[in-house]
């Protein structure tokens, strides 16, 4: 089984910069760093499109992706407050 060669936050951004702020072709680019042309393509793609957050990491969330994590939960416990209020009022009741 072949493993996955991770690169680093700085590495990815480096390389970026090169296609964006140095004008490197992203063919030229990607074989300077040793790296595949399509990779570097989607680095390229995400550095454009994340605002700010791109190369996060596993298990990095954007500010967004918090909110609505801790929103659901939020929704998930009051659903189950509620369940717990309708079980109790009904077995008061004759």
Same mark, same amino acid.
């Given at each position: 089984?072949?493993?996955?060669?991770? *690169?680093?936050?700085?590495?990815?951004?480096?390389?970026?910069?090169?296609?964006?702020?140095?004008?490197?072709?992203?063919?030229?680019?990607?074989?300077?760093?040793?790296?595949?042309?399509?990779?570097?393509?989607?680095?390229?793609?995400?550095?454009?499109?994340?605002?700010?957050?791109?190369?996060?990491?596993?298990?990095?969330?954007?500010?967004?992706?918090?909110?609505?994590?801790?929103?659901?939960?939020?929704?998930?416990?009051?659903?189950?407050?509620?369940?717990?209020?309708?079980?109790?009022? *009904?077995?008061?009741?004759?």
């Amino acid at each position: 089984m072949v493993t996955r060669k991770k *690169y680093s936050k700085a590495f990815k951004l480096d390389a970026v910069s090169q296609v964006l702020e140095q004008h490197y072709r992203r063919t030229e680019a990607a074989r300077n760093l040793g790296i595949n042309t399509q990779m570097l393509g989607r680095w390229v793609k995400e550095s454009q499109s994340d605002d700010g957050h791109a190369f996060r990491g596993n298990g990095k969330l954007t500010p967004d992706q918090e909110e609505i994590r801790t929103l659901k939960t939020q929704v998930k416990n009051i659903q189950i407050e509620k369940d717990i209020l309708k079980k109790g009022r *009904y077995s008061l009741q004759p």
